[in-house]
Nanobody, 124 residues
Framework: VQLQASGGGLVQAGASLRLSCAAS????????MGWFRQAPGKEREFVGA????????LYTNSVKGRFTISRDNAKNTVYLQMNSLKPEDTAVYYC??????????????????WGQGTLVTVSS
């Protein structure tokens, strides 16, 4: 499975941005797609995830109500809609996919494949 993340950029606080993650290859076995982010000098952290089959989502508390994950099964693409962006959202955002069932979606170890990351910078 190959994952290609895109859509990052420089925006002002309060603005919106939509990231995309296009999956290719043996995607039929994908169970969940996740988004993570890594700010400079910090650990990579979980942002949210979506179950490929039925769209069930999970978010970390800091983005609830501001970020929305959706998917387009026909395009093998997952989206991360980010609204009301804050400077603390500045990070490289990564998408990831997992074939594993019954594991915690918020753990990096759950995911088998990772995209290359796209930089989101939010200015104050």
């Amino acid at each position: 499975v190959q994952l290609q993340a895109s859509g990052g950029g420089l925006v002002q606080a309060g603005a919106s941005l939509r990231l995309s993650c296009a999956a290719s290859g043996r995607t039929f076995s994908t169970y969940v797609m996740g988004w993570f982010r890594q700010a400079p000098g910090k650990e990579r952290e979980f942002v949210g995830a979506i179950k490929w089959s039925d769209g069930t989502t999970l978010y970390t508390n800091s983005v609830k109500g501001r970020f929305t994950i959706s998917r387009d099964n026909a395009k093998n693409t997952v989206y991360l809609q980010m609204n009301s962006l804050k400077p603390e959202d500045t990070a490289v955002y990564y998408c990831a996919s997992s074939k594993r069932i019954g594991v915690y979606w918020g753990s990096k170890s759950t995911y088998d494949y990772w995209g290359q990351g796209t930089l989101v910078t939010v200015s104050s």
